[in-house]
Nanobody, 124 residues
Framework: QVQLVESGGRLVQPGDSLRLSCAAS????????MAWFRQAPGKEREFVACINRDGERTYYGDSVKGRFTISRDNAKNTVYLQMNSLKPEDTAVYYC?????????????????WGQGTQVTVSS
């Protein structure tokens, strides 16, 4: 069982940078693939990024490639999302998710645990 708590979301201007954090409580954090999803008003939840158990492999959604970076610190039971060159279309609630296993996936239904979300608003 894993509990996830996101933090770091706030109002920023276009072009700004922001780092989100997801703190995990529970056992065997290093056995979980971690991911970020986001959901904008009136839209479906969208895959953003995922990272494998040892942090050596990552995968990104097309809309954030080259701008966002996912990382993890297993010693701190924490996963991060560094967001650069933010755009208004990045405005969404960002969710952290965990999947027990070893294979990266972008499929929402394959993740076992979810955080409550943190709001990111990009506006001038």
């Amino acid at each position: 069982q894993v509990q996830l708590v996101e933090s770091g979301g706030r109002l920023v201007q276009p072009g700004d940078s922001l780092r989100l954090s997801c703190a995990a409580s529970g056992r065997s954090f290093s056995n979980y693939i971690m991911a970020w999803f986001r959901q904008a008003p009136g839209k479906e939840r969208e895959f953003v990024a995922c990272i494998n158990r040892d942090g050596e492999r990552t995968y990104y959604g097309d809309s954030v490639k080259g701008r966002f970076t996912i990382s993890r610190d297993n010693a701190k039971n924490t996963v991060y999302l560094q967001m650069n060159s933010l755009k208004p279309e990045d405005t969404a609630v960002y969710y952290c998710a965990a999947r027990f296993g070893s294979v990266l996936t972008t499929t929402l239904s394959e993740y076992d645990y979810w955080g409550q979300g943190t709001q990111v608003t990009v506006s001038s």
